[in-house]
């Protein structure tokens, strides 16, 4: 075990863990920060999707050891414009059903939007191509995107 640091959303945390643990273990059982979600725990569904230093990454495949000393932001932390902007885009165009893959979904579009402000069709569907939605809502995601970046890049 070791004494691990982290700045999640913005905050220090120290937690006591195996470098080799996946952060998404230590945010959800050693954190309480249930807001990430576990798919598969092979880096192929996106549920666990967070953001280091701005990049969406699986939190499942990612060593905490590896996390430290970079800015994680999980579904709690996404309080940017853009975030705020696509949480209400997602109420609007009605994104989810289960709504399990949501957050990581949205953290993968904040990603996006911030990046590239208007994206296009192509640039979604390569942006958002490491995140599965078993409900297939995947016009509304698009939909949701779309109308942000309406509002973004003006």
Do not use: F, H
Request: charged share 20%; hydrophobic share 40%.
């Amino acid at each position: 075990m070791a004494i691990i640091k982290l700045t999640i959303n913005g905050v220090e945390r120290t937690i006591e863990a195996e470098p080799d643990m996946p952060l998404l273990w230590a945010l959800r059982d050693l954190l309480s920060m249930t807001g990430t979600k576990y798919g598969c725990g092979i880096g192929e569904c996106g549920a666990c999707t967070v953001l280091v230093d701005g990049d969406p990454m699986q939190s499942c495949l990612l060593p905490v050891s590896e996390a430290v000393g970079k800015a994680i932001v999980t579904i709690e932390g996404l309080s940017t414009e853009i975030g705020r902007a696509l949480q209400q885009a997602w109420i609007d165009e009605d994104v989810s059903q289960c709504g399990y893959c949501q957050p990581g979904q949205l953290l993968s579009a904040t990603a996006l939007l911030t990046r590239k402000p208007r994206p296009t069709d192509s640039d979604i569907d390569e942006a958002m191509n490491s995140n599965l939605c078993r409900c297939g809502t995947y016009p509304r995601i698009r939909l949701a995107i779309k109308r942000v970046s309406r509002g973004i890049a003006q």
